[in-house]
Nanobody, 121 residues
Framework: QVPLVESGGGLVQAGGSLRLSCAAS????????VGWFRQAPGKEREFVAA???????NYADSAKGRFTISRDNAKNTGYLQMNSLKPEDTAVYYC???????????????WGQGTQVTVSS
């Protein structure tokens, strides 16, 4: 098991920013792809962004230009900087680790408990 702990969620007004963190208590963090997903009430979990071991990134269309994914392997931590937030970004955000660079949530092996992001209009 690779425990993951997300933090940084909260309540923000539309147009505001939040920075989510995903801390892994495992020394091989650098060998994993870090993915961020979100799930809004009544909706399926959806891909937001992913970053590979070498720093390559992939974003959902809804995140492009507004969200930035990054990682600090020395700190075993991944980040999701979210700017220009919209009410439709409201969801529980999860980080996850995978051994392959994919958007399919079923291919991610380890998951955090999630952090709530609420964007008010």
């Amino acid at each position: 098991q690779v425990p993951l702990v997300e933090s940084g969620g909260g309540l923000v007004q539309a147009g505001g920013s939040l920075r989510l963190s995903c801390a892994a208590s495992y020394s091989t963090f650098s060998s994993y792809v870090v993915g961020w997903f979100r799930q809004a009430p009544g909706k399926e979990r959806e891909f937001v962004a992913a970053i590979s071991w070498s720093g390559g990134t992939n974003y959902a269309d809804s995140a492009k230009g507004r969200f930035t994914i990054s990682r600090d392997n020395a700190k075993n931590t991944g980040y999701l900087q979210m700017n220009s937030l919209k009410p439709e970004d409201t969801a529980v955000y999860y980080c996850a680790l995978s051994t392959i660079f994919v958007v399919d949530a079923t291919r991610y092996d380890y998951w955090g408990q999630g952090t709530q992001v609420t964007v008010s209009s």
